[in-house]
């Protein structure tokens, strides 16, 4: 008798790399065509960068004095030209400078990006767990008490703004109880930066952005979970006597977590607009702030890198989607 244990099924690395490494080669055109895009209809904003630069003196300025700010800026040059500067700066780790905020645009983002992922994270993290849990325990009584409260919550939400549900949450859990802070990183008069202060700024923050994206991870796990549970096998298994509790997460959420995965890599896009929402309601110092006045003041290498940030991510979001897909259901495989 052989009583060598039974290996663990080994990862398709190789063709996980593969499909990863086919993606990224597409992805570089359409990278491509989204920061030419973005100096394109910068060129055609009715705002104008050189007085945004200038402020309030630009308003006292001579003609000349503010031809020699457009010459110094390089807006004064055809629009091919600046895209191709800008992006053969890029690829050598220059991302030129911001002229709205007088600072390498790298170090702009370098300071800003990382509480924008925390937020991003934390919200994500809330938004599939809490959702997961809930379309379980609702697809188990389907038409119940608990089913018909959390749906119709679902639909409310899903309908409900991501600043409004900001705005509420600050007056009733700021301004009403008085037990969170309604915004910014650390308390008023705070001289450092705490982890205990980051932990209860980022409490509404990302309990709002989560719930706005809660329902259709809800819906999804709802409908999936449902469906498996009227299928063949599952009610095979219950006649054979496997408990409830087995047969739920053994059976019905591994069926219904399939059409969820494919919903991660969709909801990359609109969790990226929430998150800007949500950071300028509650003074999160993230990328918003920076994205609003590049938008603005038609900072084009601000604008140009935020844009390439956020195209990358989502990219990045729908690949995830498909590989979790791949390794959830290898009949799919990795040919995507």
Do not use: C
């Amino acid at each position: 008798m052989n009583t060598r244990p039974a290996r663990s099924p080994r990862l398709p690395w190789g063709p996980m790399a593969r499909m990863a490494g086919r993606r990224t080669l597409l992805a570089l055109p359409v990278l491509l065509a989204v920061t030419f895009g973005v100096f394109a209809v910068a060129e055609l904003s009715p705002f104008d960068p050189v007085k945004a630069y200038a402020g309030t003196a630009g308003l006292t300025a001579s003609q000349a004095e503010l031809d020699q700010l457009r010459a110094n800026l390089g807006v004064d040059r055809p629009l091919s030209g600046r895209w191709w500067d800008w992006l053969t700066s890029a690829l050598t780790g220059d991302l030129g400078t911001s002229s709205v905020m007088r600072r390498p645009v790298a170090e702009v983002i370098a300071e800003r990006l990382g509480w924008s992922a925390l937020l991003a994270a934390t919200a994500f993290a809330v938004a599939v767990l809490a959702g997961t849990a809930l379309g379980v325990l609702a697809a188990r009584r389907r038409g119940g008490p608990l089913d018909r409260v959390v749906s119709s919550l679902a639909y409310t939400l899903e309908a409900a703004p991501a600043f409004w549900l900001g705005l509420l949450a600050i007056w009733f859990f700021s301004v009403h109880l008085g037990v969170l802070p309604s915004g910014g990183l650390s308390d008023a008069g705070s001289d450092a930066v705490t982890a205990d202060q980051v932990v209860r700024h980022l409490v509404l923050p990302a309990l709002v952005l989560g719930l706005s994206q809660l329902p259709w991870f809800f819906l999804y796990v709802r409908q999936g979970v449902a469906d498996a549970l009227d299928e063949d096998p599952v009610r095979g298994a219950r006649a054979r006597g496997i408990g409830e509790r087995r047969v739920l997460l053994g059976h019905g959420l591994r069926a219904g977590m399939l059409p969820m995965l494919t919903l991660i890599g969709s909801r990359v896009p609109e969790l990226i607009t929430g998150a800007l929402l949500v950071e300028t309601v509650f003074s999160w110092p993230g990328i918003a702030a920076a994205t609003v006045q590049a938008a603005t003041s038609v900072d084009f290498p601000l604008l140009a890198a935020l844009t390439v940030l956020a195209t990358a991510a989502v990219l990045a979001g729908n690949l995830l989607s498909d590989l979790l897909y791949g390794l959830a259901d290898p009949r799919v495989g990795f040919d995507g």
